[in-house]
């Protein structure tokens, strides 16, 4: 099957598969839908068929929910072969924060880039101790209450049991190379934005791309700046690294880390274009004086302030602002009381 450019973006799937069960996404590539106890209420793995046994592509929470699901799966459509081999995307908790119960349960090595794996040590000791002073100090900087800064958010509240420290790093995942699972050769594609090493596989032969989340289909992944990188431009660097994928095939079948499996690849980067575009335009346009960047978060994502999620809101304004910056068409000052003031410039 080939696309043109009018073609739309194509769902082979409705709907994911029920909780304990799997589905046949391409001859030994499995999807599997694990719950999350958030506003985004899921994540897709990838189970592969390795002939001898079954790679995990990415794995989920260590909660009751999750861990019921695997123990569905493993005593039901996956029985008869055993678990192989853990592959993670990116060290956010969703996709990788079951790995030490699975490492443990099935005596399996752990693949993830450098990066990744040590930002999961570094998550997990973050969300553990709770808010240091330099964190909160980052947010207080673009005009977040300094009371709300001090404490953990709900969200992070929920996070403490289910990002627990990961297990020992067995094979990175390097940039380029090749790496064999499932029965397959899958092109290994690091790119940053979402997370600072995200790794996505692509299968040449067949036109397959796991994703992760560095693609989605209807939703946008979090691009945010985060405190121990201040000055950061995660917005270009996402933006950026979509040209890794523009060279893929046009036909290639997505499998992405939320959302449905689809296909239509150069429309859906050409939306996420699109909609970044559309996100700068509108923060332009709500400078009309020098504003906090909390202040722009509260324009962007009214609903998100006063949430669990306002610190990722903030966190993702910051990115659009500094993207503004970094680009001359935003200047950034601090205020009479030190907090930092984006204007147009
Ligand atoms: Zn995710």
């Known amino acids: 099957m080939s696309l043109n450019e009018n073609t739309q973006i194509l769902f082979p799937y409705d709907a994911p ?18 719950p999350l106890p958030v506003a985004l209420d899921h994540v897709n793995v990838w189970v592969l068929d390795d002939g001898d046994g079954w790679t995990i592509v990415d794995c989920g929470l260590e909660n009751e929910e999750s861990m019921a699901v695997w123990g569905a799966l493993t005593s039901g459509p996956l029985s008869g072969k055993r678990v192989r081999r853990l592959v993670a995307t990116h060290s956010h908790p969703d996709h990788i924060g079951a790995a030490r119960r699975l490492v443990q349960d099935f005596d399996i090595p752990l693949a993830a880039t450098q990066i990744e794996w040590t930002n999961a040590v570094a998550r997990h000791a973050e969300i553990a101790n709770g808010v240091t002073p330099a964190q909160a100090r980052f947010f207080t900087d673009h005009g977040y209450p300094a009371e709300r800064a001090a404490q953990r958010t709900s969200f992070g509240k929920i996070m403490i049991p289910l990002m627990p420290n990961p297990p020992p790093l067995d094979q990175t995942i390097v940039d380029g190379t090749t790496i064999r699972f499932g029965q397959r050769n899958w092109r290994v594609i690091v790119a940053g934005g979402h997370a600072e090493a995200h790794a996505s596989f692509y299968c040449e032969d067949d036109h397959i791309l ?13 691009v945010g700046v985060e405190y121990r990188d201040p000055d950061s431009d995660p917005l270009k660097t996402y933006l950026d690294s979509l040209a890794l994928f523009s060279g893929l095939a046009e036909d290639a079948l997505v499998l992405p880390g939320h959302g449905l499996p689809f296909r239509g690849l150069p429309q859906r980067l050409d939306q996420l274009h699109h909609h970044h575009d559309v996100r700068l335009t509108r923060v332009i346009d709500g400078l009309d004086q020098p504003r906090h960047a909390f202040d722009v978060a509260a324009q962007l994502f009214p609903k998100a302030v006063g949430t669990g999620h306002e610190r990722m809101a903030l966190a993702e304004s910051i990115a659009h602002l500094h993207y503004l910056m970094y680009h001359g068409r935003v200047a950034r000052s601090r205020d009479r009381s030190g907090v930092l003031l984006f204007e147009r410039g």
Request: glycine content about 10%; charged content about 15%; hydrophobic content about 50%.
């Open 17 to 34: 598969p029920a909780p304990g069960t799997i589905l046949e996404m391409a001859p030994g590539i499995f999807w599997v839908r694990l």
């Open 210 to 222: 796991i994703a992760g989340d560095q693609i989605l289909p209807r939703i946008t992944p979090f």
